[in-house]
């Protein structure tokens, strides 16, 4: 064999195994734009597996944002942003972004996974002791690496304890305290306790890095996210990062926070400095849907009502409904396989929801993992609880 397919059979090997534990994963193509239906396959699927909570990545305005953009500031931004690539539509968003959220400063990344690198690690480095919910999403557990590899310690708490989390922070003698977690944990739905959090962040003197990528569109007065949801204030110890490519329904995200915090993560965050600006046209099709989200009642409105009617319809069915008041409803099956099969039923009956496995979740909790969105008629979530009727 030569060296070149030795070293594709180590990887081959490793997929093999994969497959055989039922892990293998797929893709499927859509033929259609992300909304309440899918095409896949020439077959329409009704759709509970994106995190489109309030239906706008088809929305016309702001597709029609982006393509006005797209002709008046062309098709990419051609650099990083402190080198040439931030242009006025990005500034202006940063600014849009800032006084919605209440926060002095706002900074815009492409993507969340990247927001996400450039807050932990930049903050906590050699000296600095970092907090995290066991349950925090793949993108802070990564952040949390590079932190460690910076030099900080590194700690994490079983999800939402606090009584665990203030033993370690009251053990801790770094100079530098940072905690970290989700706000709408991404598998479960349920919510971080952050009022709790914030207390402690302010006792032991710590910074709270707060992960709204669910919350943020959703919750809260105006679709403002888990700080409004909680009543809690845009305090300069808080680093808010939310994504714009769920509820929002475009791409990217943003951090906000004081404005020393957000021209440090300018200065030094690597994941923004070192990768080229978005497109200017994401930043025109956010601003509208911005404007969307913040005026947007009415769809939070028929978005909790369909996760109401979900509930209250998988109430009597065998499978555990974790208590979730969010757009996102988990529905336990415990077995792998059982898990797999079921949603390949679902699948079947024109129902596409995602069974969630292990690694993602841990052992024995496989799930389906429901997600509502204001485009789902009543009429949408009935045919899912009556397929789920049938099955139980
Ligand atoms: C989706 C998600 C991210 C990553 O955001 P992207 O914009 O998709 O990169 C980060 N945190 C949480 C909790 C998420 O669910």
């Known amino acids: 064999?030569?060296?070149?397919?030795?070293?594709?059979?180590?990887?081959?090997?490793?997929?093999?195994?994969?497959?055989?534990?039922?892990l293998t994963r797929r893709r499927r193509v859509l033929e259609s734009p992300c909304g309440r239906l899918a095409a896949v396959d020439g077959k329409k699927v009704l759709n509970f597996a994106s995190n489109d909570y309030l239906g706008l990545a088809g929305n016309r305005e702001i597709a029609q944002a982006m393509a006005d953009g797209a002709l008046l500031w062309g098709a990419g931004s051609g650099a990083s942003h402190l080198v040439s690539g931030h242009l006025?539509?990005?500034?202006?968003?940063?600014?849009?972004?800032?006084?919605?959220?209440?926060?002095?400063?706002?900074?815009t990344f492409s993507t969340g996974y990247l927001a996400n690198l450039?807050?932990?690690?930049?903050?906590?480095?050699?000296?600095?002791?970092v907090f995290a919910d066991k349950l925090n999403h793949a993108s802070l557990i990564d952040a949390m690496q590079l932190a460690k590899a910076n030099g900080a310690d590194v700690q994490r708490y079983p999800h939402n304890d606090m009584a665990a989390l203030e033993k370690m922070l009251a053990a801790s003698s770094a100079a530098?305290?940072?905690?970290?977690?989700?706000?709408?944990?991404?598998?479960?739905?349920?919510?971080?306790?952050?009022?709790?959090?914030?207390?402690?962040?302010?006792?032991?003197?710590?910074?709270?890095?707060?992960?709204?990528?669910?919350?943020?569109?959703?919750?809260?007065?105006?679709?403002?996210?888990?700080?409004?949801?909680?009543?809690?204030?845009?305090?300069?110890?808080?680093l808010l990062m939310g994504t714009l490519g769920k509820a929002a329904?475009?791409?990217?995200?943003?951090?906000?926070?004081?404005?020393?915090?957000?021209?440090?993560?300018?200065q030094k965050g690597r994941s923004y400095i070192f990768t080229t600006a978005?497109?200017?046209?994401?930043?025109?099709?956010?601003?509208?849907?911005?404007?969307?989200?913040?005026?947007?009642?009415?769809?939070?409105?028929?978005?909790?009502?369909?996760?109401?009617?979900?509930?209250?319809?998988?109430a009597g069915l065998p499978w555990q409904l974790l208590p979730s008041p969010t757009a996102i409803q988990p529905l336990i099956v415990g077995d792998n396989e059982a898990a797999l099969k079921l949603a390949n039923a679902l699948w079947e009956r024109g129902l596409w929801v995602p069974a969630i496995r292990p690694p993602t979740v841990p052992k024995g909790t496989a799930r389906l993992r429901i997600s509502v969105s204001?485009?789902?008629?009543?009429?949408?979530?009935?045919?899912?609880?009556?397929?789920?009727?049938?099955?139980?």
């Open 176 to 238: 530098t305290k940072v905690i970290v977690t989700d706000a709408v944990f991404s598998m479960d739905g349920d919510l971080a306790p952050l009022p709790l959090l914030f207390a402690l962040a302010e006792r032991y003197d710590a910074w709270l890095v707060i992960d709204d990528a669910h919350g943020f569109g959703v919750l809260g007065a105006q679709g403002k996210g888990c700080l409004a949801h909680f009543n809690l204030p845009a305090a300069p110890r808080i």
């Open 249 to 266: 329904g475009v791409g990217g995200a943003f951090v906000a926070g004081s404005a020393t915090a957000i021209e440090y993560l300018l």
């Open 88 to 107: 006025t539509p990005h500034e202006t968003l940063e600014q849009e972004i800032a006084a919605f959220s209440g926060f002095p400063r706002a900074l």
């Open 118 to 129: 450039a807050v932990t690690p930049t903050l906590a480095g050699r000296g600095a002791a």
């Open 278 to 314: 978005a497109p200017p046209a994401i930043a025109c099709a956010l601003r509208k849907s911005l404007e969307i989200i913040r005026n947007g009642d009415a769809l939070r409105t028929s978005l909790f009502a369909r996760i109401a009617q979900l509930r209250d319809g998988l």
């Open 1 to 22: 064999m030569t060296q070149p397919d030795r070293l594709n059979a180590e990887l081959a090997a490793v997929m093999h195994e994969l497959a055989a534990a039922g």
């Open 374 to 392: 204001a485009a789902h008629s009543e009429a949408d979530i009935a045919a899912l609880l009556g397929a789920l009727k049938e099955l139980a």
